[in-house]
């Protein structure tokens, strides 16, 4: 058992969530006051999410991962029910045109978060037991992009194309750290672009994005308007920033200061060293999930702890990416800082699991071959044995 990895984990995830327990406050304290008269309102809701959040991950910290792979249909079902429960009256609820969340109380849900890590098991899961046949185009490409387009077609639809994009991204990730084709990929890569475009372009908010991040001053006060006030929010904050609650974009200058563009306002009051601080820690985090990956002794493991490092990674390039003028807006939220919700519970959720797998799943503690057959193992016993072996040979 190695708990070094499991301790930077914990200790890289209870920093982020603390600067964003607090960012959350000064973002919301004068919101919260306007709407509720209280200026705590919001932050209760954020610390109530974040308690059950912690609960979830010590708890997915201690359960063996392995036990997923048995589960790993029943939790694909269990996402397409609970994606199409979203389009019930009195069940699913509508919010600025988007139909994405679940009426749970005392909070509501997004299925499409759940559907991330739910894919990424699939993935691991598909990709150990097909390991030698990933370079064939069905079965290295046309099924598990097949599954993948199953649940975009339907998150879409509500629509989140955040969700949609950073699904494909980690889906291709995957496939290609699996062994599938480049030119398999490429080629569908190429395919896609027409049907990307037709996404795009046939609906106005997505337009109005695009063409509003390559030129937000152009409609000031319109689109770009987000943009342009985020990027004054790191203008403001100079090199140390306003200091805490010191902000003046978020006193309804810049929209969603609280979720998609929270790190605007870290940049806003903490300057570009805060800024710089939390970009570090996310960097470790990332590290230590590659490390862990290396430390396993099968694919599936392999696999898992580096779908579930792109996930977090992923969300929280888009979002800086965002915030900082790199992409065009998307509402995926900060991992771990932004006001909670599912995110926040599911990010959490995802990191227990990576720490379980840093605590038992290690290269050095495999028996070999040869010890399974003099203990008289059974040839299925051997055989793993020898494929983990192999697997960690290669890892090497």
């Not at 046949?133 to 077609?153: E, T």
């Not at 795009?200 to 006060?221: G, V």
């Not at 699991?353 to 057959?373: C, G, Q, R």
Request: charged residues 15%; hydrophobic residues 50%; contains cysteine.
């Amino acid at each position: 058992m190695n708990t070094k990895y499991t301790r930077s984990i914990l200790i890289s995830v209870l920093l982020l969530v603390g600067i964003g327990t607090v960012m959350v406050y000064s973002s919301t304290a004068l919101l919260s006051m306007r709407e509720n008269g209280s200026g705590f309102n919001f932050l209760w809701k954020h610390l109530f999410t974040v308690f059950i959040g912690t609960a979830v991950m010590l708890l997915l910290s201690r359960t063996d991962y392995r036990k997923y792979r048995a589960l790993v249909y029943v939790l694909l079902g269990l996402s397409v029910v609970l994606l199409a429960l979203v389009f019930m009256p009195g069940i699913g609820i509508s919010a600025n045109g988007a139909r994405r969340w679940l009426r749970l109380w005392p909070t509501t849900f997004q299925p499409s978060e759940l559907v991330k890590v739910v894919m990424v098991i699939f993935l691991a899961d598909y990709m150990d037991k097909n390991l030698d046949r990933m370079k064939d185009f069905r079965y290295g490409i046309a099924i598990p992009l097949g599954v993948m387009l199953f649940f975009q077609v339907i998150i879409i639809r509500q629509p989140d194309f955040g969700a949609v994009m950073s699904l494909g991204i980690l889906t291709f990730a995957l496939l290609i750290l699996g062994g599938a084709r480049l030119r398999h990929i490429g080629s569908l890569a190429l395919l896609a672009l027409p049907a990307v475009y037709m996404l795009i372009m046939t609906s106005s908010y997505r337009s109005k994005r695009l063409l509003c991040f390559l030129d937000p001053w152009k409609d000031a006060q319109g689109c770009g308007f987000q943009l342009i006030q985020s990027f004054i929010a790191f203008g403001n904050g100079s090199l140390w920033g306003l200091g805490l609650g010191g902000s003046k974009q978020k006193l309804y200058f810049l929209p969603e200061a609280h979720t998609d563009f929270i790190f605007s306002l870290i940049g806003e009051e903490l300057g570009l060293v805060g800024a710089m601080v939390v970009i570090a820690i996310f960097i470790w985090l990332f590290v230590k999930g590659f490390q862990v990956s290396l430390r396993t002794s099968d694919p599936f493991s392999y696999f898992l702890t580096l779908g579930l490092t792109m996930l977090i990674g992923v969300q929280a390039i888009i979002n800086i990416a965002v915030s900082t003028g790199l992409m065009p807006t998307k509402g995926l939220p900060l991992p771990f800082i932004s006001y909670g919700g599912s995110a926040l519970l599911i990010n959490m959720a995802a990191a227990g699991i990576l720490m379980n797998i840093a605590k038992n799943s290690d290269i050095t503690s495999l028996p070999s071959p040869h010890t399974l057959y003099v203990k008289g193992e059974s040839r299925g016993a051997l055989m793993r044995a020898g494929r983990a072996h192999s697997w960690s040979h290669r890892q090497r």
